[in-house]
Structures are given as C-alpha cells and as structure tokens.
C-alpha cells in the first residue's frame, strides 16, 4: 500500500474542498442567504421566550452575531456574562441595551488560554453557573499569526479554547443539568472532512486562511457530538450556522464574496436566530445534523467529508493534550 506524504494529502484535500464547493454552493447556497431566511417568515415568527431567572454566557460579544444574541437574550429577560477582547466595545454595548434582563461584561483575549483559564476560575470563585454557553467568537486570518502559547491564532480562537472554556466549566459545576451549550459554526465547514493533524499549523507556507477556518468549524461539529456522547443528556450541547451574515469579519477577510453576495447577506439579528430559537425551544439532540433557521439541516454534502468514531477521538485526545500544554 502506498503512503501519501503530507504534500500530496494536502493537494487531495484542496481538490476535494473544490469539488466539495461547487456542490455546496450550487445545491445550499439559496438556504444561507438572506432570501432563505425571508421565505421561511422567520422574521414575522419571532421566538416567542422568557429568559428570566437564567444566565447566559456568550462569547465574541463585542460586534455582530454575538453581539445581537447578547441584546436579544437580554432583552428577553436573561442575564448575560459577555465576553470580548475590547473593554470599551463591551462597555458601549452594555450602555446600549434596553430590556428587562441585564449584562455584565468580562474583557479577555479569547485566543489565548491562560485568559480563557482565568476567566473560568474567576467564575468559579463567584459561584456564577450557567444555564446557556454560546461559544461564538470565530475569526478567519489571512494572514499567519502564532500565539505566544505557540498556537495559530485562528485555531486556538475559533476551536481549542471553545474546547478549554466549556472544559472548564464542566469541570466546575458551572454548567449544571439542564443546561445548553451552543457552538458557533459555519457552512463552510461543509468543505472538509475532520482534519485533527491539520487543525494548528504553525508552519506559515502552510497557512491558508479560509481552508482553516473550514476546518476548524468541521471540528467543532465533531466536538458537539463527542460531547453529548461524554456529557449527555444532563447537559446539551447542539451545533448550529448562522447563514451568510455581513459581519465585520467579512468584510475584512472576505471582501470579494462580501462585494459578490453583499445584496443578499444576512443581518446579524438574522444570524442569531436559530441561536435565541435553541436557547428557547431546547430540541432534542440529533445523531447527526446542523441546525439553521430553526431545523435540522445534512451535515455533509460529500462522502469524503464523513468521519468515524477514531478520528473523532483523535480530535478530542489532541484537544486535551493541547489544553493541558
């Protein structure tokens, strides 16, 4: 049997992801943009839900989905933990609000650990638990970065300290049964199969920015099941994407689809429906499946992307040991 070095693998892969993209957008595209949502009436069907008495969580808070999953979960009556990097964006967000719930906003950089770490532990030590965990913050980088705790910077963003934060509060008690964690993904995860080798590459010639954002999101559809597998059913844990939404991560590292799509991007109060829907109406888990505007939607659209319970440990083996470096 031949071996394919780490090269060729590659070449395979972005063959694949092409193939895979042409299929995608070809046959589900129409479903993520904004007509999608529109022809559903989704706008004229709001989630009709009482959050009061629960605290939520909600990370990347600061600007677009995050930020309106934040406004809605507190102008539903929840109270909301936001957390962001920039202090002053959560403070301009926190003076913003009108609605009978409240927000507390916490300042961290969510692609470094030992913050993600710090943050838990401070929470811990308040005794603050937590009904829903929204782990939204997603970046795509063009541009190769390494974190001074030697990781990539759009892996440990978007996938490892999702894994370190929820980790850590299990760990805690903070979140309790009954709860819900939901996971940020996106559909381009349904480009590429679950790549664990490939999720940290800290070599830059190796770095392609919109492969690894593809791959982190495929990770995180992975993580979701192997966590009810391990945590279930007292905690849920569900996956979802928002649509094509005209954020400000788009039209910095997206400008040629931005400016292609841009007439028929999603809002972002579009974009964290189906997460308010899930926080509300806490559907059963599905063994396979990504949830957008408010139903189940096929997790993949090619074979090649399909994996099996080994790589999916894997994945959760190599999380672990990455959490505890």
């Known amino acids: 049997m031949r071996l394919h070095c780490q090269s060729e693998i590659e070449t395979i892969d972005m063959s694949n992801r092409l193939l895979t993209a ?12 904004r007509k999608g949502f529109e022809r559903l009436g989704l706008g004229e069907r709001q989630v009709e839900a009482d959050f009061s008495g629960q605290r939520w969580l909600v990370t990347g808070a600061s600007g677009g989905i995050g930020r309106e999953i934040v406004a809605q979960a507190v102008g539903r009556g929840a109270e909301v933990t936001a957390v962001a990097r920039s202090y002053a964006k959560l403070q301009s967000l926190a003076q913003e609000l009108d609605g009978p719930g409240e927000v507390e906003v916490r300042s961290a950089d969510l692609s470094l650990r030992r913050e993600i770490i710090h943050l838990a532990s401070v929470l811990r030590d308040e005794g603050a638990g937590f009904d829903v965990l929204v782990n939204n913050v997603g970046v795509l980088l063009k541009k190769h ?7 990539e910077a759009s892996f440990a963003t978007n996938l490892l300290n999702h894994f370190v934060l929820t980790e850590e509060l299990l760990s805690d008690g903070l ?12 559909g381009g995860m349904y480009t590429t199969a679950l790549l664990p080798d490939q999720l940290n590459v800290t070599v830059p010639e190796r770095h392609d920015g919109v492969a690894a954002y593809a791959r982190h999101k495929r990770a995180q559809v992975e993580l979701t099941h192997a966590w009810n597998e391990q945590h279930g059913p007292g905690v849920t844990f569900q996956v979802m994407h928002p649509g094509w939404v005209d954020t400000d991560g788009v039209r910095t590292s997206l400008p040629g689809f931005r400016k292609l799509f841009g007439p028929v991007l999603r809002s972002a109060d579009q974009g964290a429906d189906t997460a308010i829907w899930l926080a ?10 990504i949830w ?4 189940l ?8 992307t399909r994996t099996d319970q080994g790589r999916r440990a894997e994945l959760m083996e190599k999380l672990e040991q990455w959490r505890h470096m």
């Open 175 to 186: 979140l309790a049964d009954g709860s819900i964690v939901i996971n940020m993904s996106s």
């Open 22 to 33: 042409v299929k995608f957008y070809l046959g589900f595209a129409p479903k993520f943009s």
């Open 145 to 151: 970065f390494i974190t001074d705790e030697g990781f």
């Open 280 to 289: 509300a109406d806490r559907p059963p888990v599905a063994e396979e499946g």
């Open 297 to 304: 939607q096929p997790e993949h659209v090619a074979d090649h």
């Open 292 to 295: 957008l505007d408010r139903g």
